[in-house]
């Protein structure tokens, strides 16, 4: 579903990713832990092609992103397949961004009227499906502002469920909520990952990593030290950067 | 009425005068709505020419302001007006040349206003717009743009008001609105205290208008924050 190849990625001097190389396959969720500067957030953002990668590639269900490939050449892809691609993969950000600007619901059906062309009913029947699952019916016309950090973070949720992605990237979902908040929120990742959508999480949630990942991931330092299954990773780690990351955080 | 210098206020005078000066007022009130209308036309192209991201067409974007906030807007009224018609041939109506000079200055501040105003606005709006599969423009036009509105309304209010102010230099360029219309009559009674107060008076009123309208827009708009 995501394939990830030999990717290097620098803000000017500074080296983010040095040659990551990461497979993800349907249904799989994925997190990704490390400590802050190891690049996790970057590599998130590289695959839906909000960060320019310097060299590698990154492969979305088959297909190359931001890039394509002519006679061995590679070249930019013009934007409209950047836009296109993009609209499959569902992101969520550490600060939700909502549209404050919007009512719940309208954040939830702007990007499915626009970009996938679907009628405003269709798209607020969906979008009202959306919010009974994440447990926010009655928040469809409150503004982003009146809600808590914890059913903003829901709704956005739902406003990338919205446009039916194959994949949903998050990014650190609960680092800005208050600790108390931070169960709702994972509580929705959780069924997601029990319906079979495929998911990179990025995240400090140790907790939620051990009962919901497939395969946990720790970078440091632009590169991905080691991987395996959660059981493996906190009970037995192999590298020492991680056992020391661990020890910090456990 | 009596003042301590022994000036006394000719009221019989000011009535008399006051339907003068409210036409020339009239003036005044067309010179800034046409001024604010092509103002605001042209803020907005330089405004776009500045944020879009194409180098050569954010260095005109900064030529145009650097030049019109650069120079005084009496020295390019006097230019519209008295210097280019020497080299071009093309003489302007008064109005013509007014609206023209105010236009292009306040262009050049209101287009500062814009870029200042979507620049503001947090990046995170763009890219969970870009990451909902929309387009550059559609982000721009569907969620930072209305996010500009309501931080544009109180430095857009108080470029209206310079704008209403500035109308009254282009009395030098032989433009009778409310100022020069004070200038004609408080020489030709003598009466320069009854006139200028008055006229000064009358652009506190207007300018007060513009506060009041922009206060409540403002609030208006407060809705979903």
């Known amino acids: 579903m995501i394939k990830v190849e030999n990717v290097n990625k620098s803000f000017g001097t500074l080296e983010v990713l040095k040659g990551v190389n990461l497979t993800v396959a349907p249904g799989e969720v994925v997190v990704v832990i490390g400590p802050s500067g190891s690049g996790k957030s970057t590599l998130l953002r590289c695959m839906n092609y909000l960060e320019k990668i310097n060299c590698g590639r990154i492969y979305i269900d088959g297909k190359l992103i931001g890039l394509r490939e002519i006679n061995g050449r590679l070249l930019e892809a013009p934007a409209r397949e950047v836009y296109k691609m993009r609209a499959d993969i569902g992101m969520v950000f550490q600060r939700f961004n909502l549209f404050p600007h919007m009512t719940v619901l309208e954040n939830l059906i702007e990007a499915p009227v626009l970009v996938r062309k679907i009628s405003k009913q269709e798209a607020a029947e969906r979008a009202l499906k959306l919010l009974e699952k994440v447990g926010l019916s009655d928040k469809a016309n409150s503004y982003p502002a009146h809600l808590s950090g914890g059913q903003q973070q829901r709704v956005a949720i739902a406003r990338a469920l919205a446009m039916e992605p194959k994949i949903m990237l998050f990014d650190e979902p609960t680092s800005a909520l208050d600790p108390e908040l931070v169960g709702e929120v994972l509580a929705v990742m959780k069924d997601l990952a029990k319906e079979g959508m495929t998911m990179v999480v990025v995240t400090h949630e140790m907790g939620f990593a051990k009962e919901v990942a497939d395969r946990v991931i720790f970078m440091d330092e632009g590169k991905i030290m080691e991987e395996g299954i959660p059981s493996q990773i906190f009970t037995n780690p192999k590298h020492p950067r991680t056992r020391e990351f661990l020890s910090k955080i456990l | ?225």
């Open chain 2, 1 to 225: 009425m009596i003042t301590s210098f022994g000036i006394v206020w000719d009221w019989a005078f000011t009535i008399k005068m006051l339907p003068l000066l409210i036409k020339g007022a009239g003036m005044t009130v067309t010179l800034t709505a046409f001024a604010i209308t092509f103002g605001t036309i042209v803020g907005l192209i330089i405004a776009f020419l500045k944020i879009i991201k194409n180098p050569v067409l954010n260095y005109l974007g900064g030529l145009y302001t650097w030049v019109f906030r650069g120079i005084p807007l009496l020295v390019q009224l006097f230019i519209i007006h008295y210097a280019l018609p020497v080299a071009t041939g093309i003489n302007f109506e008064p109005f013509v040349s007014a609206v023209i000079g105010i236009s292009l200055c306040g262009g050049a501040y209101i287009a500062e206003i814009i870029r200042a105003g979507i620049q503001s606005v947090d990046k995170g709006q763009m890219e969970a717009a870009l990451s909902l599969g929309m387009s550059y423009s559609q982000a721009m036009r569907k969620i930072i743009i209305p996010q500009t509105y309501r931080r544009l309304i109180p430095p857009m209010g108080n470029e209206f008001i310079t704008l209403l102010k500035d109308t009254a230099l282009v009395s030098t360029i032989t433009m009778v609105e409310l100022l020069r219309t004070a200038q004609i009559y408080a020489a030709s009674h003598f009466k320069p205290f009854e006139m200028f107060i008055t006229a000064g008076l009358i652009y506190l009123m207007l300018t007060t208008f513009f506060t009041v309208i922009f206060g409540k827009l403002e609030n208006k708009l407060a809705q979903s924050e």
